[in-house]
């Protein structure tokens, strides 16, 4: 009973089975020889041409990858290695040889360009190797791509594929008549993009003439040109055109004339302005341009000789009244108020006289007269201003002439803070009888307003005048004298 018993025992406390202890034999190396032969056992199950199933190396890459094709071309499919299990060598002759120790490659790194431990070789470096055969496929352009560049296309044919978007050489067509047809099939197509493409390159192989001659009867073309030119802003090269084609709408010509505007530079307007006067426009145009031009060759000179005038402190003009802002491109009216202002006195034959202004540009008295009165009277120079109003006739009498009118001139005196005297003076010359009283009384010119009411015999005005001057004053006095000498003229 006791040995039924025993084995009993023995039957329940043994196994095939051992159970795990730190002291157990197998070390690291048995377990890997262990896990190959689970996994090498794969094959025997599985259909090679299954390609659900990733077949995996020991290195941990993909069979059949990049880097384990370098891998395993770098060492050779007939070499054997230290530590390759027996059971591994007699698989199936389609797999190569398995290496051991882990891949320094991996897929990420070779398409990054750099290796997972820096102590391993590049991946330029394994892929120039001349003992390594590269596994990746090539990557060339369709054959069918080449035709874009060295294709025989017609004109038709190469505008359709410049409409697609495709590449095309247009060197290809040298003649003047291949270009044209080409030109021509880009209008027809109605792609702008093709149009102007074209026309660049018509622009780069053929002479101005040329081009100008056949855009003359190609109207849909020659709008494009225009547009690009003045987009990219080849102003020479438009104002040529411009200057060729005299059937342009004056509205075009007046666009490209305000160009002038946006250019900064002071000499690249000049010589704008200068291309624009054989521009077709109208005969008085055309006058305005050309005065346009000669006006800012002369505000650049003008411009010159003054900054170094002011910076050298040579006139005392200039240093009890310095300039507040440059003369360059100043309109005309401008230009002559600074020429008054600065350069009264100097001659004719001078750029910046005022009188060779007038002449030049053909300035009206009264303009002249008006701007240079504004100018003279901001000096406080009375003496010029009745220089410049005083006229002689041809016996050698002399009389004062004002072309805008003395209210106008006792406007711009009393202005500029003129004496009550001066004022006077003109406020006498106003031949209205009611503009000159309402002058005089504004302006407080007293002497006037009495004289005026003496002239015109109203006793009642002049009484009533009595009570707006100051009391003991001259022109009390003079009221006095004018309102007694009329009573005694009454009663004798």
């Known amino acids: 009973m006791s040995r039924v018993r025993a084995d009993e025992e023995e039957y329940w406390h043994s196994s095939k089975f051992r159970a795990f202890t730190f002291d157990d034999e197998d070390d690291e190396l048995s377990q890997l020889k262990e896990s190959k032969r689970a996994v090498n056992s794969l094959r025997d199950i599985v259909d090679d041409d299954d390609d659900d199933l990733e077949r995996v190396s020991w290195s941990g890459e993909p069979v059949g990858s990049i880097s384990w094709s370098i891998k395993e071309t770098a060492s050779g499919s007939t070499s054997s290695l230290d530590g390759r299990d027996s059971s591994l060598q007699k698989g199936s002759s389609s797999y190569a040889a398995l290496p051991k120790q882990a891949s320094s490659y991996s897929l990420s790194s070779l398409f990054k360009g750099r290796n997972k431990l820096s102590s391993f070789q590049s991946l330029s470096d394994a892929l120039t190797d001349t003992g390594v055969k590269n596994y990746a496929p090539e990557l060339r352009r369709p054959k069918a791509e080449y035709k874009d560049y060295s294709g025989d296309w017609s004109p038709k044919d190469t505008v359709r594929r410049m409409q697609r978007g495709k590449v095309c050489s247009l060197e290809r067509f040298r003649s003047l008549q291949d270009k044209l047809v080409l030109l021509d099939e880009a209008v027809a197509g109605h792609d702008g993009n093709v149009i102007t493409a074209v026309l660049i390159f018509l622009k780069r192989t053929l002479r101005r003439e040329i081009l100008f001659r056949e855009l003359e009867v190609r109207q849909v073309a020659l709008c494009h040109l225009i547009h690009f030119l003045r987009e990219t802003g080849e102003q020479k090269f438009l104002l040529d055109l411009l200057r060729t084609h005299c059937f342009f709408p004056l509205s075009l010509q007046l666009s490209q004339y305000r160009e002038h505007l946006n250019i900064q530079d002071v000499e690249k307007r000049r010589e704008f302005l200068k291309g624009c006067i054989g521009l077709p426009f109208s005969a008085e145009d055309t006058s305005h341009i050309q005065d346009h031009y000669t006006l800012l060759e002369r505000q650049i000179i003008i411009e010159a000789n003054d900054r170094h005038l002011e910076m050298a402190g040579q006139s005392e003009l200039f240093r009890k009244y310095p300039r507040k802002a440059s003369i360059l491109n100043m309109p005309l009216v401008t230009t002559l108020f600074y020429s008054c202002f600065y350069h009264y006195t100097e001659a004719e034959g001078m750029f910046s006289s005022p009188t060779n202004l007038k002449k ?56 500029n803070n003129a004496p009550v005297q001066v004022l006077q003076e003109y406020v006498r010359l106003v031949e209205d009888v009611e503009t000159r009283l309402n002058l005089a009384t504004k302006y407080k010119c007293h002497d006037v307003v009495i004289e005026t009411y003496r002239d015109l015999k109203d006793r009642i005005q002049l009484t009533a005048y009595k009570g707006k001057v100051e009391r003991g004053s001259a022109e009390e006095e003079k009221i006095n004298s004018i309102l007694s000498n009329t009573v005694r003229n009454a009663s004798s």
């Open 360 to 415: 030049t540009f053909k300035i009206p008295d009264k303009q002249y007269v008006l701007t240079a009165l504004a100018a003279r009277a901001k000096l406080r120079a009375w003496g010029d201003v009745d220089a410049l109003l005083t006229t002689k006739n041809w016996l050698g009498y002399t009389k004062k002439k004002a072309p805008i009118g003395f209210h106008r001139v006792v406007e711009i005196l009393q202005r």
